[in-house]
T-cell receptor, first 113, second 115 residues
């Protein structure tokens, strides 16, 4: 157990819908990272927040957004969902903002039908 | 662009065989290197990491990796694999891109260990 929690574990929804994935970092960690893992794209970095502020951006679609709240938990919002968005979404956390040694959560498996 | 290459996508070994998984990266600056493992149905776990110092690093579960700067490589090794090592292994590089550090993952190597 890494100490990073994610909810829900599984999510099934229809195309065009919007979902919110939630992540709580390890105690004391200020950075939260979001990754998408799919069969064709592998593990892709989406976005990082550090202490409430966006710190780094990766291959995140405009239909996706994230935020980090004052209690440091983070939410990833996925809207206008497409079949291709079906993937495993991982959250990770680290102490600092330079992504040294990240700890990963169990992931949310999103299925878009 | 910075990238991480894992040469073997699938590896099948028998128990007690030796393992070496290749990882090469393209980045000219200072890097931090990692190997993560993902057991079936589970999240990624850190196996080992290299920041600086001795280029031969030892991780959990008998794994080790060697950083060879001249070859831009960070290969993972284990002298004798077990059935429980069946998993997917990811090499990752922490590199500075667009003024911030990002963890770039390789495409992964699926290891199947036959009993």
């Amino acid at each position: 157990d890494s100490g990073v929690t994610q909810t829900p574990k599984h999510l099934i929804t229809a195309t065009g819908q919007r979902v919110t994935l939630r992540c709580s970092p390890r105690s004391g960690d200020l950075s939260v990272y979001w990754y998408q893992q799919s069969l064709d794209q592998g593990l892709q970095f989406l976005i990082q927040y550090y202490n409430g502020e966006e710190r780094a951006k990766g291959n995140i679609l405009e239909r996706f957004s994230a935020q980090q709240f004052p209690d440091l938990h983070s939410e990833l919002n996925l809207s206008s969902l497409e079949l291709g968005d079906s993937a495993l979404y991982f959250c990770a956390s680290s102490v600092g903002q330079e992504s040294y040694e990240q700890y990963f959560g169990p992931g949310t498996r999103l299925t878009v039908t | 662009a910075q990238s991480v290459s894992q040469h073997n996508h699938h590896v099948i070994l028998s128990e007690a065989a030796s393992l070496e998984l290749g990882c090469n990266y393209s980045y000219g600056g200072t890097v931090n290197l990692f190997w993560y493992v993902q057991y079936p149905g589970q999240h990624l776990q850190l196996l080992l990491k290299y920041f600086s110092g001795d280029p031969l690093v030892k991780g959990i579960k008998g794994f080790e990796a060697e950083f060879i700067k001249s070859k831009f490589s960070f290969n993972l090794r284990k002298p004798s694999v077990q059935w429980s090592d069946t998993a997917e292994y990811f090499c990752a590089v922490n590199a500075k891109m667009d003024s911030s550090y990002k963890l770039i993952f390789g495409s992964g190597t699926r290891l199947l260990v036959r009993p």
